[in-house]
């Protein structure tokens, strides 16, 4: 039954691709309009749930954790490694993309305008605008930065709250949270029409001059910032904690495997869990702990999706930044991708809102979408390897201490002796 319905969304983006392809190159000024009108359409269906996806996506999963006060041992390890991770991996993400540049551009290096006396520099100017006056000024003001600064805010009162009001909260945001996927997966119906129009518009402006060699540097910046964090960055992490790369991987290949062609972490975590237990020998306390705040929050790969895609789309649409802009891009893709859900095609909604939200247009983004769905299933397999790296560290810092412990209790009786 899936794959059936699998095999007929395949079925229709093939055909809009090449109806695309076919009216584009027919260059018919009636098929430009109508993929222009129906782009539009598709484009303000994406804004309309672009910032509550954002907003919602954070606090839900804030609201589901345990409070501030009672993250102790195994939480607060699995946090701190979460965001060391994801944060390395935007990191990493954004040095390949500089050092590729597919977008051939120029840093902008210029000095900061002159201002008139008695005004506010630029910067500190933006970071007063980023905090809103009132609580609906972010979504009006379609300012990605003011929901994410809302977002944590409430987040962080949300788990200062009682258990009892936490949960109610936490189960009031995570169904508003699945009302507006609920309305994602509709307009998602629509999406061969968009990739229609998307390519129509694609091939138009390759006539006007824009080079197809962009896309194929774009896409060996995702990969490579990928692998580069499976290959080098986990099993050196691992090894930095006398931990074996070769057999965490072997122990987790099932799961790793069910990730990869299900393109779905979370489809992936009964077998995460039954594979940590039994093949990589991590206790049921960390693992029932562990490998699900894990799926839930650790997201490496979408981090460097997310900075990558957003910087490549609106950077292709003429849209600069500084240095400094780029290096604060790194904590928003890792605080974007803490809050994504870890479905399918997770990563390419939140950069889809994200770009949506910055009214980019998202032509080139409708032309990634092609490719998304390899790209989708490496990511997938990625956050689940980073998942049981995670859990397998916490397991040896446990057992470290739990070893020191025993030890400290025997040492004065060796001493009475």
Known sequence: MFLNKLSRQSQYLTVAILFGLFTGYTNHPTADTAASIVSEIFINLLKLVSLPIIFLSIVSTASGMESVEE??????KVIKYTLFTTLVAATFALIIFVTIDPVRSVVSN???VELEAGSLPGYVHYLINVIPSNILQPFTDNSVIGV?????LLSFAILSLPQE???LLNSFFSGLYAAIMKITTWIVQLMPFAIWAFVTLF???LRSGMEM????LYLSCVVLANIFQAVVVLPTLLKAKKISPIKTAWGMMPALSLAFFSKSSSAALPMAMKCAEERVNVSRKVASFSLPLC????MNACAAFILTTVLFVSMSNGITYTPAELVFWIFVATIAAVGNAGVPMGCYFISSAFLAAMNVPLNILGVILPFYAMIDMLESAINVWSDSCVTTIVQ???DQEETATVSASEQPAENLA
């Open 71 to 76: 993250i102790k041992s195994i939480g607060k």
């Open 110 to 112: 210029a000095a900061p």
């Open 148 to 152: 994410l600064f809302l977002a944590m």
């Open 165 to 167: 009001k936490r949960k």
């Open 203 to 205: 091939i138009k402006d």
């Open 213 to 216: 060699k962009s896309i194929a």
């Open 295 to 298: 799926t839930t929050i650790n």
């Open 396 to 398: 040896k810092e446990i």
